[in-house]
């Protein structure tokens, strides 16, 4: 009998044991889902230049945007995050991944490159994200982009400004769905590529057309 506390403490102590291990190596309640922004290349109109390198830097995002997790709005002046759902990468980097390769499908320039390229450019793009999130306006939601684009051509004397430009799209969700925000935001950031590659196409057909002509009045 004098064996009996000591039995019973080592059964005491097992179930604690067994415990404290389920409690280690369950999963986390609430799982943390990433998501990317998703589309086809964008058809576009306009004039090759297979001479031309183009070069698109990573776009930097303002601060209130400047995040991970996806954010939502819910009237003027507020916003707030979902906190199990995130971009899998931060916004600037994906749509300005997603701008060069949809101006190499274009295949209207020489190249297209990222400032990790090694190739001299002729032109280049920055970009601000200046907003990405949804906003709920009452049982209707709409997923929010809008970017801010500088153009420019280098040129003798240093960087020639083409244009300074804000774009912005909204597209209503299809349902109340973290990943119905997702599929809309992919349609804003499909509409202001294709707008963007029409605006630097033209930039460098007006710029291209009054070097060419420059050039041919001082060889006379």
């Known amino acids: 009998m004098k064996n009996l506390p000591s039995v019973a403490a080592v059964l005491i102590l097992a179930t604690l044991l067994g415990g404290i291990s389920c409690i280690s190596f369950t999963r986390p309640y609430k799982e943390i889902f990433s998501y990317q922004i998703v589309y086809d290349p964008p058809k576009v109109n306009g004039l090759p230049f297979k001479d031309v390198v183009v070069r698109i ?37 994906m749509l300005s991944d997603l701008l060069i390769r949809d101006m190499i499908a274009s295949d209207f320039y020489g190249a297209v490159v990222d400032l990790k390229s090694s190739i001299v450019p002729q032109y280049q793009l920055e970009g601000v994200v200046e907003q990405i999130y949804e906003r709920t306006d009452g049982d209707v939601w709409w997923s929010v982009l809008r970017l ?18 804000v774009y912005r799209k909204e597209v209503q969700t299809a349902g109340h769905e973290p990943a119905d925000i997702v599929a809309a935001m992919g349609e804003a950031a499909k509409a202001i590529s294709a707008e963007v590659q ?23």
């Open 57 to 93: 830097t990573a776009f930097s995002v303002a601060p209130p945007f400047d995040k991970q997790k996806i954010i939502y709005s819910t009237g003027p002046n507020r916003l707030a995050i979902y906190e199990y759902h995130t971009w899998i990468a931060n916004p600037g980097d």
């Open 148 to 165: 801010r684009g500088l153009f420019f051509a280098y040129d003798d004397v240093g960087k020639h400004v083409l244009f300074q430009k």
């Open 198 to 220: 029409q605006d630097i196409n033209a930039a460098i057909a007006t710029y291209e057309r009054e070097n060419r002509s420059h050039a041919h009045g001082d060889a006379h």
